[in-house]
């Protein structure tokens, strides 16, 4: 069991260890995103903040492993949009992003979305990685701002052993 009750740590606060991070939606409400909407917008949280988190890496470079998980719902007919994962600066190997594209029809209701990747990151450098908005064909897309079906995931590991 861990010694840090990580249920209290605020939502975008590291672990004890510093090496895990979670930010999840603390709503419980839908925000709607549209062909309207700029690509690249940060996530909306729900609840007046965004969808996004930061590290500072140590003396050592390591590899930031990243969860993003939504879950959708689009008005009208088939509809076809995008989200992705933001890394600014980028890694150590020029990635900065990670795409998800779904094509989603109301009839199917609300579907779940995920994006898993890592990130090299350098040492001595502070990183921030945000869930953004990307495309719409058109039509409104809702996303859910919840705890259990919206969060960002990071744990910094392999430090000094890129």
Request: net charge negative.
């Amino acid at each position: 069991m861990s010694p840090v009750n990580l249920g209290t740590l605020g939502s975008n606060v590291p672990a004890a260890t510093g090496r895990c991070q979670i930010k999840r939606a603390p709503g419980n409400n839908s925000v709607n995103y549209s062909a309207g909407v700029a690509g690249n917008t940060v996530l909306s949280d729900g609840a007046g903040g965004q969808m996004s988190m930061s590290i500072t890496t140590g003396q050592q470079p390591g590899w930031w492993v990243i969860r993003a998980e939504t879950i959708w719902l689009t008005d009208g007919t088939w509809y076809y949009f995008t989200w992705n994962v933001i890394l600014s600066p980028a890694d150590a190997d020029g990635m900065s992003q990670a795409w998800n594209h779904l094509c989603l029809h109301p009839a199917l209701g609300w579907q779940e979305s995920c994006i898993d990747t890592i990130f090299r990151l350098q040492a001595n450098t502070t990183y921030t990685v945000s869930m953004c908005w990307g495309y719409s064909q058109g039509g409104t897309q809702a996303l859910y701002a919840g705890p259990d079906f919206t969060y960002l995931l990071g744990e910094f590991v392999g430090e000094g052993q890129i």
